[in-house]
């Protein structure tokens, strides 16, 4: 009778395993780095985060145009099922789907891109496309990767200087 009642409960626990996630997870800050520069993720006011790709995975970055420059080289970075979700810069506690937020710039970001999210469109304050351009136009790379050859010759430059 046992065996009967585990192959008709079965089905009922594969239904949930193969469910796709949406939306972002919380973020244990200070403890998580960001996925471009490997930084620890400190600041809530700009944190982002990324879900998508062939298994629909979750990517942490601790500023808007870390996120959105790693994006840029993903092949299903235009895909619809792909979502870019990030911290209200007014209170960091709300999420925001970063596609339909606004964005100022000048502000003081964990990577230096210098913008912060709102909900609310406002006086200065520009739409995802063109934050996303002044980003990729920016091109920011060596304050962050430090896979990047540039990014460790800086850090030498910088290491020299101080010693003498």
């Known amino acids: 009778m046992k065996k009967w009642l585990y192959f008709l409960l079965l089905p009922f626990f594969l239904l949930g395993c193969g469910e796709d996630k949406h939306g972002p997870e919380d973020v244990h800050y200070d403890r998580e780095i960001c996925e471009r520069c490997r930084m620890i993720i ?3 006011q700009y944190v982002t985060q990324v879900r998508g790709g ?5 990517w942490k970055f601790d500023d808007i145009g870390d996120a959105v420059t790693w994006l840029n080289d993903k092949p299903w970075a235009d895909e619809a099922k792909t979502e870019i979700w990030v911290m209200d810069h007014s209170n960091g506690t709300d999420w925001l789907e970063a596609r339909s937020a606004y964005f100022i710039s ?3 970001s964990p990577m ?3 913008f ?3 909900k609310e469109p406002k006086e200065g304050r520009i739409d995802f496309k063109t934050m996303l351009e002044k980003v990729l136009k920016s091109k920011i790379t060596i304050n962050c990767d430090p ?3 540039e990014h ?8 020299r200087s ?3």
Not at 54 to 58: I, S, T
Not at 152 to 159: L, Q, W
């Open 42 to 44: 400190s600041d809530p």
């Open 54 to 58: 062939p298994e629909n995975k979750l």
């Open 106 to 108: 000048g502000v003081m």
């Open 112 to 114: 230096a891109f210098g």
């Open 116 to 118: 912060g999210a709102y």
């Open 147 to 149: 896979r990047n050859p």
């Open 152 to 159: 460790s010759k800086m850090n030498t430059m910088i290491r």
């Open 162 to 164: 101080a010693n003498t």
